[in-house]
């Protein structure tokens, strides 16, 4: 994939398997975000910004003048229930990106992630735009597409949804058991099955570097495939939006617990389905 590609939140979960798999590829790459990198080997590719600080975000976009953009920086828990001030990040730092992105005319191609929390589990959108959050953190990420809709980027972009992703540099679960350990609360892992809809990472990166690519050009897509754990099986496909300077081009929701289909045109998984997690 050649030109650059600059990352915001190249420090956190996904965005490090993001960093990690472009690496390997010998990519042109820079990685903006306030947080260390997880991994110690990224840290040459990032440079310290806040997404909030719109002045610094923007300069440092226009002096990368990347090809392509992926906003992957957010605020990622479910904690907050009292209001959408606490997810500013989601809100205003799109709103940030969104700007410097208008700002930097080498920027061709854009992916904005939202979250498929947009809309409720187990609810089924009618449209891309039905969305029927649950939670703070969905209301937010809803927010957020409205923003980048309403931007005229001019440039070609993409809304992805992911679901639960699971994988390698994954911290958040570790975190909640030291911090129910830290309330001095007993932890007892139960027997009874659970059920949960996880994606892979490696999927969600390739599916994001596609929308980057060859997908952004008309040829076909592979959406996240179907996770596959000890205690339960389902699809987990990836929602997306696409639209382009003239517009909004088209969107494809997960209607069924099949893979998802273009608006341009229909692909098929690429990628098996991970192995077994241990949980």
Known sequence: MPGKT?????????GTNLVAAMVAEGEDLLSLDKAPALCPGHERYRRPCDIMDA??????????????????????????SEGLA??????QGTTNVLNAIRATPSVKRAVITSSSLASRPGYIPESDRD?????????SKAVSEELTRAAQLPCTWFILRPTTIWGPWLMRHRDEV????????????????VMRAWGYVGNSVVCSSCRTSSCMRGSSISPTSAATSRTGRTSSPVGFA????????????????????SSRRSGDPRSSPPPAIAT
């Open 6 to 14: 600059l990352i915001t939140g190249g420090s956190g979960f996904i």
């Open 242 to 261: 696409a639209g382009t300077p003239g517009g909004f081009r088209g969107a494809c929701c997960a209607r069924s617990r099949s893979a998802a289909t």
């Open 55 to 80: 002045d610094v975000l923007c300069e440092a976009m226009r002096a990368y003048a990347p090809d392509r953009v992926m906003h992957l920086a957010a605020r990622t828990d479910l904690e907050e």
């Open 131 to 139: 969305y029927r959050p649950h939670t703070r953190y969905g209301e």
């Open 86 to 91: 606490a997810y500013r990040e989601n809100i």
């Open 178 to 193: 030291f911090k129910t350990m830290r309330r001095g609360l007993y932890l007892h892992p139960g027997g009874a099955p």
